[in-house]
């Protein structure tokens, strides 16, 4: 069983920058498929990255080359670099985790992730 817990979320102009962060607790979070979603009011999840426990990453096409995923295993903290950011990324920003194998996150859904974080609201102004 693994708790999550976000942190970092703010309001940025855009072109700014802003670096989520997601603790884990309860169990080795490197053994776990990583992820960051995203929503919006009335939309469904979307993936933003994610992170195998090989180290392999993916990325949605709209953040890719603006976003990074990381994982500091001392500390069991999961990070979400975000870099160049547009209106387009205001969402409320999800940490998540599964015991199974990861797929690319263009085509996981939020059913495919047990554990979820509180999330942390992102907001970028033009």
């Known amino acids: 069983q693994v708790q999550l817990h976000e942190s970092g979320g703010g309001s940025v102009q855009a072109g700014g920058s802003l670096r989520l962060s997601c603790t884990a607790s309860?169990?080795?979070?490197?053994?776990?498929?990583l992820a960051w979603l995203r929503q919006t009011p009335g939309k469904e999840h979307e993936g933003v990255a994610s992170?195998?426990?090989?180290?392999?990453?993916s990325y949605a096409d709209s953040v890719d080359g603006r976003f990074t995923i990381s994982l500091d295993k001392a500390s069991n903290t999961l990070y979400l670099q975000m870099n160049r950011l547009t209106p387009e990324d205001s969402a409320m920003y999800y940490c998540?985790?599964?015991?199974?194998?990861?797929?690319?996150?263009?085509?996981?859904?939020?059913?495919?992730?047990?554990?979820w974080g509180q999330g942390t609201q992102v907001t970028v102004s033009s």
């Open positions: 998540a985790a599964d015991a199974a194998i990861c797929w690319d996150i263009t085509v996981m859904t939020s059913a495919d992730f047990d554990y």
């Open positions: 309860g169990d080795d979070y490197s053994t776990y498929c």
């Open positions: 992170l195998d426990n090989d180290g392999s990453t």
